[in-house]
């Protein structure tokens, strides 16, 4: 006998499967923070075994970011003209090669290779994760679904930093600095080639496949998320704002508010790395090692660093789309600038305090991860029009990986030249900066379709004498 399912259940089901498949395509930001935070825990060994100098460090950490700013800059062509799931598959495929040349490196150049070619899987997966993930939410939580992303990519670098630091507790120095890093690295295949696998399981963009002409396969798959009757007010909105905005990067620039959309998305990323979380995570070790603690202590202090991250991200997933990305971002970025200044001070005392660089370093990652860490990329994910906004993207992430090389190469290098309270004032005033720009400059987007965004900054920019001469 045959039942009908009542609304709620019918509601439930859609539920379920959009945060299958959020949860699936999330899978690349996890890798994202795995490759990212690996290097946390192999540079000491890595140092010592190549003979590195902080230069030769700053490069094998920052190659990473070279690569990622190659692939973001190829990840909005490709997601845009072979579909996101497709560009998605190949930066799997990346992952797992990243993951086997840098275990098996035998030199530096190999290291650097591996981490450049695992840093295009990183800028691929960076962009087309959050941005999937976004056109396929339903509005009133598409916040909270982009910001499992940044969940993500916390927990992989929790993951990483756990594994990091049960790898260094359970054998001798000797044994990781020859074995142990390379496991570190290695460990990496087994997420990469459950990402890979599982991408065969989930749809296309249904913005991707209106923008192709696909307009049937796109409205099955907005039924699946919001019902039928919302899918056809959807599918009429996406279709209204693809024939709106010209499929060409190039003649939609020449729109002021367009132009500005992109100015904002390029700072807003250049800032993101500017708040010195890359420099806390990539060398945390380091951080809590001349702060005074031993090494295994310095591995376990990290440990927690990714617990926090994860908890906090769950926190900002929660609210993110109740209180609003622009005051969480003006609010935090104030707070991240007085516990770097104070951090800086810490820095500066004869004798250093322990418990107090660690407190601080964590206020500092609580602030991001509530702000700043998913918050630009909810905001990026939503601020541009669909026929355009994979390579749009692709500018502001090649802005983002950008800074985040400058900060992995440069950091090591201002530590030892200029010291630990220099250096985190530094953050702190870029931190001041992206609070006032933020404030004054970024519109709110919570709660809005996509589609409103787009109008939006168009109207705002045919009124805005400020950026019609960008």
Aim: overall charge positive; glycine content about 10%; charged content about 15%.
């Amino acid at each position: 006998m045959q039942t009908n399912a009542s609304p709620s259940d019918a509601g439930t089901a859609k539920l379920g499967f959009v945060v299958a498949v959020v949860v699936i395509a999330s899978l690349g930001g996890l890798l994202f923070g795995y490759d990212t935070g690996v290097i946390a825990g192999a540079n000491e060994f890595l140092k010592t075994e190549f003979h590195m100098g902080a230069g030769m460090t700053g490069l094998v950490s920052s190659s990473i970011d070279l690569g990622a700013m190659l692939g973001v800059l190829i990840a909005g062509y490709m997601g845009d003209k072979i579909g996101r799931k497709k560009a998605l598959s190949v930066a799997g495929l990346i992952f797992i090669v990243c993951s086997i040349l840098t275990a098996l490196a035998t030199n530096v150049a190999e290291l650097v290779i591996g981490r450049f070619i695992g840093g295009v899987g990183i800028g691929l997966a960076s962009l087309l994760s959050p941005l999937y993930i976004a056109e396929i939410a339903p509005p009133r939580i598409r916040g909270r679904l982009v910001g499992s992303n940044q969940l993500a990519i916390v927990s992989g670098i929790f993951i990483v930093y756990f594994i990091n630091a049960a790898i260094v507790s359970s054998h001798t120095d000797a044994w990781n600095q020859t074995t142990g890093w390379r496991w570190m690295f290695g460990m990496g295949a087994i997420p990469a080639v459950l990402f890979f696998l599982l991408l065969f399981f989930v749809p296309e963009s249904p913005r991707f496949l209106m923008a192709r002409g696909r307009e049937q396969q796109a409205i099955a798959i907005l039924e699946r998320v919001n019902g039928r009757e919302q899918a056809r007010v959807d599918a009429k909105a996406i279709r209204d704002s693809i024939d709106m905005v010209p499929d060409s990067l190039f003649r939609e620039l020449s729109r002021p508010g367009i132009r500005k959309a992109l100015f904002v998305g390029v700072l807003l990323a250049i800032f993101q790395q500017f708040t010195g979380t890359n420099a806390v995570g990539y060398y945390a070790p380091m951080i809590f090692k001349a702060a005074g603690a031993g090494t295994n202590a310095s591995f376990y202090d990290t440990v927690w660093i990714g617990a926090i991250k994860v908890i906090f991200v769950i926190v900002l997933m929660l609210i993110v789309d109740r209180v609003g990305r622009k005051r969480l971002l003006v609010w935090n970025g104030g707070f991240m600038a007085l516990f770097l200044v104070i951090l800086g001070i810490a820095f500066s005392l004869p004798h250093m305090l322990t418990w107090l660089v660690l407190g601080l370093t964590f206020l500092h990652t609580i602030a991001y991860e509530l702000s700043w860490g998913g918050g630009v990329w909810i905001v990026l994910s939503e601020i541009y029009p669909t026929a355009i906004r994979g390579r749009a993207m692709s500018i502001a992430s090649f802005a983002l990986w950008f800074a985040t090389y400058l900060v992995a190469q440069f950091f090591p290098i201002l530590l030892q030249a200029i010291g630990g309270t220099w250096t985190f004032w530094i953050f702190a005033v870029f931190c001041i900066a992206m609070a006032v720009f933020m404030k004054k400059v970024v519109p709110e987007t919570s709660n809005k379709s996509m589609e409103k965004i787009q109008t939006d900054w168009i109207q705002a920019g045919s009124s805005d004498s400020t950026f019609n001469s960008i």
